[in-house]
């Protein structure tokens, strides 16, 4: 794995390049060659030594004010190359000559855990993306804190004007613009670095299923991704029918084919003007999901992802239909009565709770 921090200033980048480091066995890796986050890709990646490699490299996501250490006292790898045996992770880093250094010596050793700084330009981080094993964490802070912390000669008035610049301003990447590839946001709010660590710990970054989900994340994520077809003016809900891990058909709630959207007045329950004896004509998303597939393929071991507890007419449908198991997220008004419902009938019923179990990102990179 090879994790790139960045974020605002004084947010804590380095220490949590410090915690992996010291308490993962995080290997810290660095780039020496200057202006890289500028550039066509080919020059991102290219492995010519540039002449001066003591330069230290100071950017708006990456700002680290502390002394560059010797040069004595890196590991400098070329392509090729492979880490000393006996390299000591919690005193020394390994220096790159250019990215593509470091992206060719994290590929061919991806099951090492590396960690760096430097990767601070949207560019660069679009190719080491496509790497399976990479991962931008992004951290971020209260801005007095963040103040408090650098204990810079400048005012709060030019920290904040800075800040505006790291997060706003006009360069060719700023950390907005870097957003929508972050893997895992932290805000690092803590009073105390115990407190941070504690947290880390319990995030667990080492774990893979950061990278790649698993499988009732994976399958939950499309359900919620179902939901947002939905026309219903209620709420939105979304399922998905899987079995052996493939996808047999999805489903969000609205009303039928041929009929009026509910959200353009098709069903008068949903809209509020429903005449007495009047029901709602919306189906269900977990109806959509089961008449598309129809019981004949349904078959054994099918599970039902809905991002919402089934209703008691759906639960009664899911059981008719031979469903082996229900995954839910949301929890609805008749929770236990289809839990009963479902246990007299012999139909596994769980919950996956994304902020207890597994601490994953949503679909905009940030934890819940």
Known sequence: MLIAIIGTRCSGKSTLKDYLVSHKGFIPVHTTAENHSVGTSRRLLKKDRPTDTATKHLSFLSMDMTPVP???????????????????????RIDFFSPGDLLDHATKNWTTNFVT??????????????????MLL??????????????????????????????????SWTIAQMNDLVNVFIMNDFSTTSDLYNYL????????????????????????????RSNCMKRRVGAILVRDHRILSTGYNGTPRHLRNCNEGGCPHCN?????????????????????????RVGD?????????????????????????????LTYKMDDASARLFQEAGVELRRFDPNIKSRLPTLDGRLR
């Open 272 to 296: 509020g003007v429903s005449t007495e004896g009047l029901d709602c004509l919306c189906l269900h998303a977990e109806e959509n999901a089961l008449l598309e597939v129809g019981r004949e």
């Open 138 to 171: 992004c951290v971020d802070a209260p801005l007095y804190d963040r103040f408090r912390r650098c204990r810079g000669p400048e005012s709060l008035e030019e920290f904040v004007q800075e800040d505006d610049t790291i997060r706003f301003g006009s360069q």
């Open 301 to 329: 071991g099918c599970v039902l992802y809905c991002n919402t507890c089934p209703c008691l007419k759906c639960t009664i449908k899911i059981i008719q239909t031979g469903v082996q198991s229900v995954v839910y997220n």
């Open 117 to 134: 700084t430097n990767l601070d330009s949207r560019e660069l981080v679009e190719i080491f993306l496509k790497r399976p094993f990479f």
């Open 201 to 228: 710990d319990e995030l667990d970054l080492p774990n893979p299923s950061h990278l790649r989900p698993g499988w009732d994340t994976y399958f939950m994520t499309l359900a919620s991704l179902a939901s947002h």
């Open 70 to 92: 010797s040069p004595a006292l890196f590991s400098f790898l070329r392509d090729g190359e492979t880490l000393p045996s006996k390299h000591n992770n919690q005193s020394n």
